[in-house]
């Protein structure tokens, strides 16, 4: 990724932080969509790299079309899990003066429907939780990938994140 790149994505970052009062206001409200993203084969088959799994539901198109009963290659669960970091991205809102977000992990997290190369997924994203610290926030969400056309989602997820926000000034 090239440092324009890097630099564009910070931006669009930061324009979406918003105060901490305002943040508070999403426990329990509406749920948040992301905009469609496609997951194709190329995407899968980065993944899969990454990951040395190449099994064949996923990397040979040809064979899972003949052996597998999903009429295709399909994702990875963990890449359509990893997909929910991008997909809050589009979603969600940051609060100021966060320094940084790290995955603080899942309590529950259900793969249901596989997600077919060439298919768009989006999240859904309702905040549950808000546990205060002096220096973080850690937030709870009931997260949701759907596919595009489907009754039942790729997965659900209980997904906590932890926002590590800068000390306050005195």
Avoid: C
């Avoid at 329990?28 to 099994?55: C, K, N, P, Y």
């Amino acid at each position: 990724m090239s440092d324009a790149t890097r630099r564009a994505e910070e931006a669009a970052l930061q324009s979406k932080l918003i105060p901490l009062a305002d943040y508070r206001t999403l426990l329990g409200g509406e749920e948040r969509l992301s905009d469609w993203l496609t997951v194709d084969q190329a995407m899968i088959d980065l993944f899969a790299e990454a990951t040395i799994d190449h099994q064949f539901i996923h990397v040979d198109p040809v064979r899972a079309k003949a052996e597998a009963p999903f009429g295709g290659t399909i994702a990875h669960g963990f890449l359509t899990l990893s997909l929910l970091s991008r997909l809050a991205f589009d979603a969600l809102p940051g609060v100021e003066h966060t320094r940084m977000g790290i995955n603080y992990g899942f309590d529950k997290v259900r793969f249901l429907n596989p997600v077919k190369s060439g298919a768009r997924v989006r999240g859904r994203f309702k905040l549950v939780d808000l546990t205060e610290r002096a220096v973080s926030l850690q937030s709870a969400w009931d997260a949701a990938i759907e596919i595009e056309g489907a009754v039942k989602p790729a997965l659900t997820a209980h997904w906590i994140t932890l926002a590590v926000l800068s000390p306050p000034q005195d």
